[in-house]
């Protein structure tokens, strides 16, 4: 899991669309005051991830997007250390230990790593300040992503998301693959990963 924890010092609500016809005139959602056109229908699209609201069009015109940051989720660690003391009281110790510390180790990460959507990249950051993550120590560079430069991504398991996968050519121009724990919560992820990266070929969380 190269890309998946960084280091251990360093080292996702229901989406909600909304089309609107605007046959003379609606409010905008985004200045909050009237608009007009007589001739035009178009479609107004807003999706709220994580508390944050993201505005991807109006009136056909390219709007910034605002910062997304999926809420963080402690079930993989809690069901790793969960099994690694049920291993403990069968007496089973070989398997609990690297159980247990990888499972402190990804309770310790959840606590501190953030992904961070921002207009144009994916970007890992550290701590509820955000601070820089700084250069990732397996494969080089920023712990930052275009969007843009993603070639395939995808989320395993749907229905207990366990890894997010990425590949993008900003690192290398072959490839660079990435695998990341899910310590985030999974819709949110997922949403935000369709609504910036497009759809992923095969995964997604089932629908509540």
Same mark, same amino acid.
């Given at each position: 899991? &190269?890309?998946?924890?960084?280091?251990?010092?360093? =080292?996702?609500?229901?989406?909600?669309?909304?089309?609107?016809?605007?046959?003379?005139? =609606?409010?905008?959602? =985004?200045?909050?005051?009237?608009?007009?056109?007589?001739?035009?229908?178009?479609?107004d699209i807003s999706s709220r991830h994580g508390g944050s609201l993201v505005v991807t069009s109006v009136l056909g015109k390219k709007v910034k997007r605002e910062t997304v940051i999926p809420d963080p989720d402690y079930r993989i660690p809690i069901v790793l250390l969960g099994a690694a003391g049920g291993l403990v009281y069968t007496n089973n110790l070989l398997p609990a230990a690297p159980i247990g510390l990888l499972g402190l180790l990804l309770l310790f990460q959840t606590t501190r790593v953030r992904f961070v959507f921002d207009e144009e990249a994916l970007d890992v950051k550290i701590g509820d300040q955000l601070q820089e993550s700084g250069e990732n120590v397996f494969v080089g560079g920023e712990n930052r992503w275009k969007y843009s430069t993603f070639v395939n991504w995808e989320l395993w398991w749907p229905s207990f998301p366990i890894l997010v996968y990425f590949k993008e050519t900003q690192t290398k121009p072959e490839g660079?693959?990435?695998?990341?724990?899910?310590? =985030?919560?999974?819709?949110?992820?997922?949403?935000?990963?369709? &609504?910036?990266?497009?759809?992923?070929?095969?995964?997604?969380?089932?629908?509540?």
């Amino acid at each position: 899991m &190269e890309s998946a924890l960084l280091s251990a010092s360093r =080292f996702l609500p229901s989406q909600n669309r909304e089309v609107v016809g605007l046959p003379r005139s =609606f409010q905008s959602l =985004f200045y909050g005051r009237p608009v007009f056109n007589k001739s035009i229908l178009r479609r107004d699209i807003s999706s709220r991830h994580g508390g944050s609201l993201v505005v991807t069009s109006v009136l056909g015109k390219k709007v910034k997007r605002e910062t997304v940051i999926p809420d963080p989720d402690y079930r993989i660690p809690i069901v790793l250390l969960g099994a690694a003391g049920g291993l403990v009281y069968t007496n089973n110790l070989l398997p609990a230990a690297p159980i247990g510390l990888l499972g402190l180790l990804l309770l310790f990460q959840t606590t501190r790593v953030r992904f961070v959507f921002d207009e144009e990249a994916l970007d890992v950051k550290i701590g509820d300040q955000l601070q820089e993550s700084g250069e990732n120590v397996f494969v080089g560079g920023e712990n930052r992503w275009k969007y843009s430069t993603f070639v395939n991504w995808e989320l395993w398991w749907p229905s207990f998301p366990i890894l997010v996968y990425f590949k993008e050519t900003q690192t290398k121009p072959e490839g660079q693959v990435h695998f990341f724990p899910v310590i =985030f919560n999974g819709k949110q992820l997922y949403d935000v990963m369709v &609504e910036r990266a497009g759809p992923s070929k095969t995964s997604g969380p089932k629908q509540s």
